[in-house]
């Protein structure tokens, strides 16, 4: 059996390849945002539309809740969420890309199974932490990363979490999309916030931190690398790059 490789093929030096300085072109024409009121009956209807009122709410967290989550937790364990997986499956024209290079930005669509972490949120300003989460996970009408409430299986059985799940029905869906197709979306994109080479390099190493291996994201990490060195020329300095990762490029979707 081949032994697991422990490296990240990509770097921060391959991410800092793709940064570039680039000012907010703000929302596109037509676009039409959230209102306060407009979070606020979300924010309702979760809690309203909450499987077990009077338990702990629970947050499922996936990608960069995990590495950057702004909210206040008292407790987290791992998680598995079968039925979903992982996916760079909508299109984003700002923040992580442009209206002229558009990136790809992650979230939970059907099929498969995916590992994280569950945090259990604090009773105390509930409302208000979840209005912060749902602004930050979502801008425009309709939303492309939804809020949903589904099973997790938990150390102590199955459990209901909050987490957030690809609209289907947005324009920007882009469910369909090989790894290779989307390796070389990453390795180019960047926006205002940032690349989404960062993005993938930041989920996949805490991932690995917390003893969770993607299978399907750890390959992605490995071909974006591939196309930014092709893209650029040679590795960066210092660089070792292992290629056996690289050696199967049939069509496969993300799974965990």
Known sequence: MRERSKSLSLTAAHVARVHRQIADGGPGPGAVLHSDADYDGWVERMLRSHPAPGSPTLLFAYGSLIWKPEIEHVGEEPGLARGWHRSFCFRMTRFRGTPERPGLMMALDRGGQC?????????????????????????????????????????????????????????????????????????????????????????????????????????????????????????????????????????MKLRS
Not at 117 to 125: S, V
Not at 149 to 171: C, D, H, M, Y
Not at 200 to 215: C, F, P, Q, S, Y
Not at 223 to 228: P, R
Request: include cysteine; charged fraction near 25%; proline fraction near 5%.
């Open 115 to 251: 590992r994280g972490i569950l945090y259990e949120l604090p009773d105390d300003h509930l409302e208000r932490q979840l209005g912060r989460l749902f602004r930050r996970e979502f801008t425009y009408k309709p939303p492309n990363s939804m809020p949903r409430w589904i099973k997790v299986e938990a150390a102590q059985g199955p459990v209901t979490a909050l987490s957030f799940v690809i609209n289907r029905a947005s324009p920007f869906y882009a469910g369909s999309l090989s790894l290779e197709a989307v390796a070389e979306t990453l390795a180019q994109a960047c926006g205002h916030v940032g690349s989404g080479a960062e993005y993938l390099l930041n989920t996949v190493a805490h991932l690995e931190a917390r003893g969770i291996r993607d299978r399907n994201l750890w390959r992605l990490q490995a071909l974006v690398a591939e196309c930014i060195e092709r893209n650029n020329g040679t590795a960066p300095s210092g660089e070792a790059h292992s290629k056996e990762a690289h050696s199967n490029t049939g069509r």
